[in-house]
């Protein structure tokens, strides 16, 4: 029953943000943004009201849905942007992946804000105020954008993971910023949540913390 909730609502959020953008003629960018940044941080605290297995579900649910959608363009919210991205449809499999390998209610949030806000806020002032670019591997991301990711990042990590030490934050932003800066397409969506799970997972058994 709270998967198909959940379902429900997640729904409805992208329907009216379809309503809306095409009522006020929203840019596509902003609005997919926008969708971005609700479903993601709404996500990550799926924990505190669903156990994993139904988070696991849920995501499962809805990657068909967004694969479908983005052929059919069903919600040009989201999928009607110029640039080639699949960020949409990579979006539900790094719920499934970081419910799969960290089922821990802060190292999940963690991994998960990190895609929703640090990600989202990071596009939406590059575009908007970033001018210079640095261009590593397949990314082409500008310095305003990647300063916002980090500092996102950062008050993410401060606080939900409290319990680690700050150096330990601060090092995972570093890395985060540098791997988001690389990354284009939307593959990020994919990489990021369980890749930030994963490195204060990791500090937090060499600190024997877990």
């Known amino acids: 029953m709270k998967v198909i909730i959940a379902a429900l609502c997640y729904t409805?959020?992208?329907?009216?943000?379809?309503?809306?953008?095409?009522?006020?003629?929203?840019?596509?960018?902003?609005?997919?943004?926008?969708?971005?940044?609700?479903?993601?941080?709404?996500?990550?605290?799926?924990?505190?009201?669903?156990?994993?297995?139904?988070?696991?579900?849920?995501?499962?649910?809805?990657?068909?849905?967004?694969?479908?959608?983005?052929?059919?363009?069903?919600?040009?919210?989201?999928?009607?942007?110029?640039?080639?991205?699949?960020?949409?449809?990579?979006?539900?499999?790094?719920?499934?992946?970081?419910?799969?390998?960290?089922?821990?209610?802060?190292?999940?949030?963690?991994?998960?804000?990190?895609?929703s806000l640090s990600d989202g806020f990071a596009s939406v002032f590059g575009q908007r105020y970033g001018k210079k670019k640095n261009k590593l591997w397949q990314g082409e991301k500008s310095y305003v954008g990647s300063s916002v990711f980090f500092i996102m990042t950062l008050m993410i990590g401060l606080a939900v993971m409290v319990q680690i030490p700050v150096w330990v934050i601060v090092g995972s932003a570093l890395v985060l910023t540098f791997a988001e800066a690389c990354l284009s397409g939307g593959i990020d969506n994919l990489i990021l949540p369980p890749l930030a799970s994963g490195l204060i997972y990791g500090a937090m058994k060499l600190l024997n913390i877990v």
């Open 12 to 115: 409805t959020l992208f329907i009216l943000i379809e309503l809306v953008t095409r009522k006020t003629k929203l840019s596509k960018e902003l609005s997919r943004k926008i969708a971005h940044i609700l479903a993601g941080t709404s996500a990550a605290f799926l924990p505190l009201f669903m156990n994993f297995r139904q988070i696991l579900l849920l995501s499962l649910l809805f990657l068909p849905v967004m694969v479908i959608s983005k052929r059919k363009n069903l919600f040009s919210s989201i999928h009607g942007v110029s640039r080639k991205t699949y960020g949409e449809v990579y979006f539900p499999m790094a719920i499934f992946l970081s419910a799969l390998l960290f089922p821990n209610k802060q190292l999940f949030m963690y991994g998960v804000l990190v895609m």
